[in-house]
């Protein structure tokens, strides 16, 4: 349960009160607003505020005095196609704030990206509460053996057990030391700002993200990736569901052009060039290496 009764009835009441603007409203966004997705076993997304919708995206782009509208098809083909000439200024035109709850291991790769806005929970000024990321045993893998970077097949057996146990009781073994180590019951207790550096990087932190729709659109290329680590990709995952909704079009052409598409270098369009003329191309007569011609393969491969 990653929300608290008291933090569910804040959230509640802030839903129960409308208010009327002027201001672009996506009708997809405001059922979003508030709301926390659960990611992990005590993670979660929510949308605290977002500005703009795919009109405001085209009324930048055609720096318009009203809508910017012609037709809601127009509006599709220019999105598309400032997505496609690489135009992302009238992107940065839409923004979202997001609150966010993960583990810190997961926060440390989230915060490399620098173009967003972040303020997090002082465990300096407050008491980390006692919530660790314990992966399902699903997702407990073994070290890749092809990928440097990756996890392989789930651990089995007594060796999942012990990991789970060792993920367990060394995660309450710190935190009741942390506990111990700031008390001021009959001691003088550590500053937290020194305790917490005994809390392993699957201890829950928070923070409000606040990012352009530019910005966040190559987060969600590269987090939402297979390459990205599980636990990163589940939040990237829900973000995309969320951004589905608030500016359609814009994340249809994402789809389309970022995620379901690729980029090839000269070498490899030459080859596809050849290919096409009937040559038989390989990775000897390619002028490739063998790993890019591996993900050239991928490319040119039907996923299914
Ligand atoms: C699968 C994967 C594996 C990774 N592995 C590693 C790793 O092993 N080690 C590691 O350290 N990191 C790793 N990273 C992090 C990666 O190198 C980037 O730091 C991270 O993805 C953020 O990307 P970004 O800089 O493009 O994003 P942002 O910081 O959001 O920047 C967006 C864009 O703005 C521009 N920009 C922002 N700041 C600057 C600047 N100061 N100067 C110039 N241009 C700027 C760049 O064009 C940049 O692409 C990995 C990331 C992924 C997705």
Redesign the pocket.
């Known amino acids: 349960m990653p929300l608290s009764p008291e933090q569910e009835a804040e959230i509640t009441e802030q839903r129960s009160a409308p208010q009327q603007t002027l201001r672009a409203v996506s009708e997809g966004m405001e059922g979003h607003l508030y709301t926390a997705y659960p990611v992990l076993d005590h993670g979660f997304i929510r949308v605290v505020d977002y500005m703009g919708d795919d009109a405001a995206i085209c009324q930048a782009a055609r720096v318009s005095y009203g809508k910017g509208t012609k037709s809601v098809q127009n509006d599709e083909g220019l999105i598309r196609y400032l997505m496609r000439h690489w135009h992302s200024t009238p992107f940065e035109m839409c923004e979202i704030k997001l609150h966010v709850k993960l583990p810190v291991f997961v926060a440390r790769?989230w915060i490399?990206?620098?173009?967003?806005n972040v303020n997090e929970y002082s465990a300096r000024y407050s008491i980390l509460d006692r919530e660790f990321y314990i992966p399902a045993p699903e997702h407990l893998n073994a070290q890749s053996v092809i990928n440097n970077?990756g996890r392989g097949e789930a651990l089995e057996g007594e060796e999942a057990d012990r990991v789970l146990r060792y993920l367990r009781e060394d995660a309450m073994r710190c935190y009741d030391h942390y506990e111990e180590m700031i008390s001021q019951d009959g001691q003088q207790g550590l500053a937290r700002e020194l305790a917490r550096m005994n809390l392993p990087a699957n201890i829950y932190t928070q923070w409000y993200w606040k990012?352009d729709l530019h910005?966040l659109l190559?987060?969600l290329r590269?987090?939402a990736?297979s390459?990205?680590?599980y636990e990163i990709r589940v939040y990237a995952d829900e973000i995309c569901k969320v951004v589905a909704d608030w500016v359609p079009f814009a994340y249809r052409a994402f789809e389309d052009y970022r995620m379901g598409g690729a980029t090839l270098s000269s070498t490899a369009l030459d080859c596809l060039r050849r290919m096409l003329k009937g040559e038989s191309v390989t990775q000897e007569n390619s002028g490739m290496s063998k790993g890019e011609w591996r993900e050239f393969e991928g490319v040119l491969n039907d996923p299914a």
């Open positions: 790769q490399r990206h620098r173009t967003a970077q990012v910005n190559h987060f590269l987090r990736d390459h990205a680590q």
